[in-house]
């Protein structure tokens, strides 16, 4: 096979598309970026439906419960993929800008990564039930576990419902309610603002490309 073969252009070709480049992320951190977005979306979804339209003790309410933790798992296992993925590829350059603009955007991205990583934690660590993943199989439940029994009972010596009321407040009424909403919305505003005000590729980067 020739090096002007075109089939090994086309493959050359697919393997650096996946990958990223100096100047575009590849197509897997864009699917990673992207489903990670619908995975919250949905959680948030589920738990919203739950709490407005359903009733407690409802097989309706047991399955949006069970939708919401499912889908938080998920996010943990392509969060722990993204993490990886994005420490063996190179990061494309960044766009233009002062130092304060790119420090900001440096903190923003730490920003959105704790809460990937925390959210699904505390949603983890503190739910009472086992999580029965999509209906195909069971997680079980942080209390059941023997790490639990090593941390909280032996180290920490509290019950389960102590240990669970801080972690379910942080998980829902500080970052459910605020810090979510909050660094997703700035992060949304500030690809429209690099896109429609100062017109560069931040934007496309992540999209087209």
């Known amino acids: 096979m020739s090096a002007n073969d075109?089939?090994?252009t086309f493959d050359k070709y697919q393997i650096m598309t996946l990958k990223n480049t100096k100047s575009?992320?590849?197509?897997?951190?864009?699917w990673i970026h992207w489903a990670i977005a619908i995975l919250f979306l949905c959680s948030y979804c589920a738990v919203y439906f739950r709490h407005w339209f359903t009733e407690e003790k409802t097989?309706?309410?047991?399955?949006?419960?069970?939708?919401h933790l499912s889908f938080g798992i998920t996010i943990a296992a392509m969060v722990v993929l993204r993490i990886i993925w994005?420490?063996?590829?190179?990061?494309?350059?960044?766009?233009?800008?002062s130092?304060?603009?790119?420090?900001?955007?440096?903190?923003?991205?730490?920003?959105?990564?704790l809460v990937m990583i925390l959210m699904p934690l505390t949603?983890?660590?503190?739910?009472?039930?086992?999580?029965?993943f999509f209906f195909m199989f069971d997680i079980t439940k942080f209390g059941s576990t023997s790490l639990y029994q090593v941390l909280v009972t032996n180290w920490m010596g509290l019950s389960f419902e102590k240990f669970e009321a801080p972690v379910d407040f942080f998980h829902k009424e500080i970052?459910?309610?605020?810090?979510?909403?909050i660094l997703i919305l700035g992060h949304a505003f500030a690809a429209m603002y690099h896109h429609f005000v100062k017109k560069d590729r931040t934007l496309i980067k992540m999209t087209k490309g």
Do not use: C
């Open 175 to 181: 970052m459910g309610k605020w810090a979510v909403w």
């Open 86 to 97: 994005r420490n063996i590829n190179q990061i494309p350059n960044q766009e233009p800008g």
């Open 6 to 8: 075109p089939k090994r």
């Open 123 to 132: 949603g983890y660590v503190g739910t009472g039930v086992n999580t029965e």
């Open 99 to 113: 130092r304060l603009a790119h420090l900001a955007a440096h903190l923003g991205h730490y920003a959105l990564y």
């Open 24 to 30: 575009n992320y590849g197509s897997i951190a864009k």
């Open 59 to 67: 097989p309706a309410n047991w399955t949006a419960l069970q939708l």
